[in-house]
């Protein structure tokens, strides 16, 4: 054989092998965990240089491991940011196949903020009303649970669920476009925190019963309604409901569709017991399959105080500037009045006698501050016997903020009278906005991206080449003025990196473009 053709065989073999090489690095990366052999092995495949488009196909293919047969519950546990271990359930289709992208619905309990994560978690999961609506549509339900510490809106429970999301992806074939999140009560209320300060990786929301300030205000978290103009939002009330009565929920709603929510709306027989299920979750269930995502999205509206909540899909703000707003920037929100009577203490739902036993009281209540401890039974309130929880709702209803109250318990064995005063009503603004936000209006035609800014300082633009043309440049122009304009080349490492952090195979996005905006020209 001649040099020359030998030379071209022994080139067509070497690059056989690297080709088989970085494939097999691939595997082992989407395999591995976050440390030192996931970083060596990323760096390899990039060192290899394969073409971009050949390990876009094979992040976009995977393969996935058989599942058992008929519908199944499975239990794990995962370790949170805090360091503790908490559960999680995966309920599983009878009809799933690991070779089609089935739908995922998150699912998030009510009482979160509770010490103790819910008992039977695993008979929880499977009979939940979410849960079994995503069963009888044939999708995968995702159901974590948090507690105290790890609430929906704490900084570990909002964690935990994005790390789960991707937990799941990881396992099981889901569709990346019909990633549903949805809830009740607690639950709800953390569907519309997502909803305002994490949608990317959701195509729509479900808030049944729940409160849309309730996250923010525990979580100290700044929250806009104009984010909901990205993402759609089934929301329901119930007329009786004590915690969250249509009546006082309305003008919230109206309020954010005035900002430009995508919010829809239903008022319903029932209090806050979730009565309606029966007959409202077939409309939630037709919406949700209705509201696949829209992968790049040709208007984003998006607003925030904090650079960690700063995506919303293919745009995220970074750092928020000094000075004034823009004319167009308006503050949305509403001042809520807060004459709720709640006495502050936790049941315990196991106890099986006469009275309702407290298990926790909650600091700064009327509870606490009447001398109220764990272990009591309440037996009393104003002289009038409570035999059990029905009856002691029934004796808060006959009292307003302000007035006195006596609470006899048994303690010790031992009839102690407990008196104090119920709080004043309580003014206070819907949404916390304690400290300044940016905000920017983003369109995207062609090529052609539109930034208008209030306060916005920095912010990035991912790419993806079904959403821009790689082979013209991309225009980039903020308040009028062009701030990038070149060709963006693919990143390999970006889009590997991005990859192992979003685990979404349908938006490879392959380069980001960070922009410092310029200061006003004066």
Not at 34 to 58: H, M, S, T
Not at 74 to 97: H, I
Not at 242 to 261: D, F, K, N, Q, W
Request: proline share 8%.
């Amino acid at each position: 054989m001649r040099r020359g053709a030998l030379t071209l065989v022994l080139l067509l073999l070497l690059g056989a092998a690297a080709r088989a090489g970085w494939e097999e690095d691939l595997d082992r990366l989407t395999a591995a965990e976050p440390g030192a052999e996931r970083d060596r092995l990323l760096g390899e495949i990039v060192k290899a240089k394969p073409d971009w488009r050949a390990v876009a196909r094979k992040l976009a293919n995977p393969s996935f491991p058989p599942a058992e047969a008929g519908e199944h519950v499975l239990l794990e546990k995962t370790r949170c940011a805090d360091g503790k271990e908490r559960p999680y359930a995966v309920v599983v289709p009878a009809g799933y196949d690991p070779s089609r992208p089935t739908p995922l619905l998150v699912v998030l309990h009510g009482g979160v903020s509770r010490p103790e994560i819910l008992s039977r978690t695993k008979e929880y999961a499977s009979g939940n009303a979410l849960t079994r609506l995503a069963m009888a549509r044939g999708w995968l339900a995702l159901v974590p649970f948090g507690q105290k510490g790890a609430a929906w809106w704490d900084p570990v429970g909002i964690a935990n669920i994005r790390h789960l999301v991707r937990t799941v992806k990881r396992r099981f074939d889901v569709d990346d476009d019909r990633v549903w999140l949805g809830g009740y009560s607690d639950g709800a209320s953390a569907a519309f925190l997502l909803a305002m300060i994490r949608p990317t990786d959701y195509a729509a929301f479900l808030a049944l019963s729940g409160h849309m300030g309730v996250g923010g205000a525990a979580g100290g978290i700044p929250t806009y309604p104009v984010n909901f103009a990205n993402t759609p939002v089934y929301a329901a009330t119930s007329f009786d409901d004590p915690l969250y009565p249509s009546a006082r929920m309305r003008p919230m709603i109206e309020m954010a569709l005035r900002a430009g929510g995508r919010l829809f709306y239903r008022e319903l027989e029932g209090g806050h017991d979730f009565s309606y299920a029966e007959t409202e979750l077939p409309r939630c269930g037709d919406f949700l399959a209705r509201h696949p995502r829209d992968p790049f999205p040709a208007r984003i509206v998006w607003e925030t105080a904090r650079p960690e909540h700063g995506r919303c899909r293919w745009f995220q703000i970074d750092a928020v500037a000094d000075g004034p707003s823009a004319p167009w920037h308006r503050e949305w929100n509403l001042t809520l009045t807060d004459d709720r009577v709640s006495i502050g203490f936790f049941p315990d739902r196991d106890f099986a006698g006469e009275g309702v036993k407290v298990k926790s009281v909650r600091k700064e209540t009327f509870a606490a501050a009447c001398g109220l401890k764990a272990g009591d039974v309440v037996v009393a309130m104003n002289g009038n016997p409570v035999p059990g929880p029905a009856a002691l709702s029934a004796e808060k209803g006959k009292v307003k903020r302000g007035d006195p109250v006596t609470l006899t318990v048994l303690r010790n064995g031992k009839k102690v009278k407990l008196t104090g005063q119920l709080p004043p009503v309580r003014r206070y603004p819907l949404f916390r906005h304690d400290t300044p936000s940016a905000a920017a209006r983003v369109l995207f035609a062609g090529n052609r991206i539109e930034v208008e800014g209030s306060r916005l300082r920095a912010f990035r633009v991912f790419v993806h080449p079904d959403m821009i043309r790689l082979d013209r440049p991309l225009v980039i122009r903020v308040d009028g003025r062009t701030v990038f304009e070149k060709r963006v080349e693919p990143d390999l490492r970006f889009l590997l990196a991005n990859f192992l952090a979003e685990r979404d195979r349908k938006l490879l996005y392959v380069a980001e473009i960070r922009v410092e905006v310029p200061a006003p020209a004066k």
